[in-house]
């Protein structure tokens, strides 16, 4: 292994778990705030949470949505060239034709738009006595797998429902991708039973990097986030966690190390193909 090689094998991530008003202009400044103080650790590539623009809930969308580009994707291309990183932001609900969306614009170092992906699975959960939410009764549903390629590797989106979908982590890592990245927005229900265990599960599932960005918890909220944004290894350890609060998290991702994991536990030659598979369909638009 050359040195540059070596070098290209390790990167920081940095997980902005960012505190979000009902002012769309602080939210903006706040995160470009702490994306700067997260390139200046040494962030490479930096993500910021769902909904970072806006409050969530299907009574915010409409009013706080945006056509891409506009307004909120025209910050983030500046904070990404302003600081040289790999910036994903988060999500913020979108307007096009007349549809919302639930979408996640993501860029490079120079500020250019690298994807757009719209959630694709809508988080519509009925449980009794703790939470019934229906993302569809206002937002449309994606239909495209969003990857992105660094020097460092190849990277998965999706967004905070998308992570239930093991089919999407496995087509991503069969596509070549070593880290997930899930800007997610889990409740006080589902957030202490299934936001960890997703993650660790889609991590060892498909022997990638997985991280999650959360809004940090505000209990004045109509809906009130779990928080704690997590970077998770191949193997399955948690490797970096927020708490409830604003925060900046950092993960040294090493690509070595996975490629050892994947060599010690070989489970994709293993696959027993002629039995079984996960496959695309032709994409459409959106």
Not at 55 to 81: C, D, H, M, N, W
Request: hydrophobic share 40%; with cysteine; proline share 5%.
């Amino acid at each position: 292994m050359t040195a540059l090689t070596k070098a290209m094998s390790k990167f920081r991530l940095a997980v902005v778990q960012l505190q979000v008003t009902s002012v769309k202009a602080d939210n903006l400044s706040r995160a470009r705030r702490l994306v700067k103080e997260a390139a200046g650790q040494g962030g490479k590539v930096v993500l910021l949470p769902e909904c970072f623009n806006s409050p969530y809930g299907t009574g915010f969308f409409s009013a706080y949505s945006e056509r891409i580009p506009g307004e909120s994707t025209q910050v983030l291309s500046e904070i990404a060239k302003e600081n040289k990183v790999y910036l994903v932001g988060g999500s913020i609900p979108e307007e096009d034709g007349g549809k919302l969306y639930n979408s996640c614009a993501v860029f490079d170092p120079e500020g250019k738009m690298l994807l757009k992906h719209r959630k694709i699975h809508l988080f519509d959960i009925s449980v009794p006595g703790k939470i019934h939410f229906q993302e569809s009764e206002t937002l449309s549903p994606g239909n495209s797998l969003s990857m992105f390629d660094t020097p460092f590797c190849k990277v998965g989106v999706g967004i905070c429902y998308d992570i239930r979908f093991a089919e999407l982590a496995q087509l991503y890592s069969r596509k070549g991708c070593q880290l997930l990245v899930y800007p997610g927005a889990f409740n006080m229900t589902t957030g202490p039973a299934h936001w960890e265990i997703l993650q660790r599960a889609r991590a060892v599932d498909n022997q990638v990097y997985v991280a999650t960005a959360s809004p940090a918890r505000d209990e004045t909220a109509s809906y009130v986030a779990w928080g704690h944004s997590t970077v998770v290894s191949p193997w399955g350890d948690v490797i970096s966690k927020a708490g409830p609060e604003e925060a900046v998290i950092y993960a040294d991702i090493d690509l070595q190390y996975l490629a050892d994991i994947r060599k010690q536990i070989p489970i994709t030659v293993q696959r027993r193909n002629d039995l079984y598979s996960v496959t695309t369909v032709p994409e459409t638009s959106g």
